[in-house]
C-alpha cells in the first residue's frame, strides 16, 4: 500500500468522497453534514487523501467564530473526518489533520476545535483544557482545541457553529 497524497478536493471527487464516508461510518450522516457546510457556503476547505486514483480519506474544516470578552477569535471546526475502513490505522487521518492544521495556519485560523476521542486528538496538539471555557453545543470532555500559535488569545466565549451542524440528519433504515 502506498502513502496517500493529501490535496484539496475536486468537483469529480464527490461521488467517491461520498462512499467513503458511507463505508467509513455505514450512514450518510457525515456526508449530508459536508453536503450542507458546501451548500451553505460554510465549508472553509476539504482535504482528500488519495491513493492508487481512490479516495480513501477527507477532512474537512468550516468557519467557527468564538466570541469572546475581548475580541471574537477566528477558529475552524473540523468536521467531519473520515478514512476508508481499510485504511484506517494506516496513518490517513493523521496525515489529514496535520495537512489541515497547517492549511488553517497559513489562512489565518487561530484555532481549530474538534469533537472526537481525546486519545486520539492529543498527538496533534488538541484538549479538553484549551475548550473548557468554550460554550458550544457539545460542550464537555470530547469538545477540544488547538491554538495555532503563541499569539492565540485564551478561548474564552460562545462558538458559532454554521447552521449545518443543527440540522436533524437523516438515518439510512
Known sequence: ?????????????????????????????EFQLLQRLREDGDLGFLLTAENDGDVVGAAA?????????????????????????EQQAGGVGAALIRAGLAQ????????????????????????????????????????????LDDETPPLVGVARYPAAFSVEVKRES
Do not use: Q
Open 1 to 29: 500500500m502506498s502513502k496517500p497524497t493529501i490535496r484539496f478536493d475536486k468537483p469529480t471527487d464527490w461521488p467517491r468522497i461520498e462512499a467513503m464516508f458511507h463505508a467509513a461510518f455505514g450512514s450518510d450522516a
Open 61 to 85: 474544516f468550516s468557519e467557527l467564530p468564538i466570541d469572546g470578552p475581548e475580541a471574537i477569535v477566528r477558529a475552524a471546526a473540523l468536521a467531519p473526518i473520515g478514512v476508508a475502513p
Open 104 to 147: 488553517c495556519r497559513k489562512k489565518g485560523f487561530e484555532a481549530v476545535i474538534v469533537l472526537g476521542y481525546p486519545t486520539y486528538y492529543r498527538r496533534f496538539g488538541f484538549s479538553a483544557a484549551a475548550a473548557e471555557h468554550i460554550e458550544a453545543p457539545w460542550s464537555g470532555p470530547n469538545l477540544m482545541a488547538v491554538a
